[in-house]
């Protein structure tokens, strides 16, 4: 899971022909993109990184979210999972994180911090907001609750301010994405097994499947009402 704007240049649209339509249509394009994962010794000394390609599964702009899965058999043996749907409400201010990303292109690393503020509106979404420094190249990371070690968000903005002619980034005033939005996401992109144990991959592959088939039905019929209008 990471943020949407990281692989935005995997994702592109150009028109094409569609053999059910009939007619040339926007159509999506999704490239392979590289994840770059770390083996440590006793969990404190990176041993070796590796690269592996990685199929973009779902993405959303608005959210900034997007869902990778990696085109390999290698399983990942520490694996976080996302604070629960009912325990959302029982965070509160000052509450203690953890935040983690490869800032300035540095190996993985950690920053202490707190919850400071719950309610950060941005382009309509909401975010909430950690003074665990974060800077570029965090975005796509996560926030961790300190206690649990369940993952609370995705570093995906920071603050800046313009002085002169430059700018100064405000590192202790990172804004990630909320827990609330997280599931809104899994449920809009019928991503359940991300969270619930009882729905699988293969499940979500298949509603998906059918969810774009049925649009492009529904697509097909608009436009040929369209066309019969304008005959």
Known sequence: MTCSHVVEDAIGTKRDWDSLLKKKIEKEFLEQVSIEIFDYVYLSKVNSSNSYKADIIAYDHAHDIAILKLDSPKRIEFVASIIPKDKI?????????????????????????????LTEMIDNKLYWMSNGASIFGNSGGAVFLAETGEQLGITARITNIQL?????????MGFFVAPQRLYE??????????YDQSDTYAKAIERRKKKANQALLD???ETGES?????
């Not at 509450?95 to 707190?114: I, K, Q, R, V």
């Open 89 to 117: 409400g029982d965070v509160k201010l000052f509450t203690e994180t953890w935040t983690s990303g490869c800032s300035l292109l540095h190996d993985p690393f950690a920053n202490p911090g707190n919850v400071t503020y």
């Open 164 to 172: 002169g002619f430059g700018f100064d980034i405000i590192t202790w």
């Open 185 to 194: 996401f899994f449920d809009e992109q019928e991503l359940r097994f991300l």
């Open 219 to 221: 697509r097909r019929e």
């Open 227 to 231: 066309e019969e209008k304008g005959e």
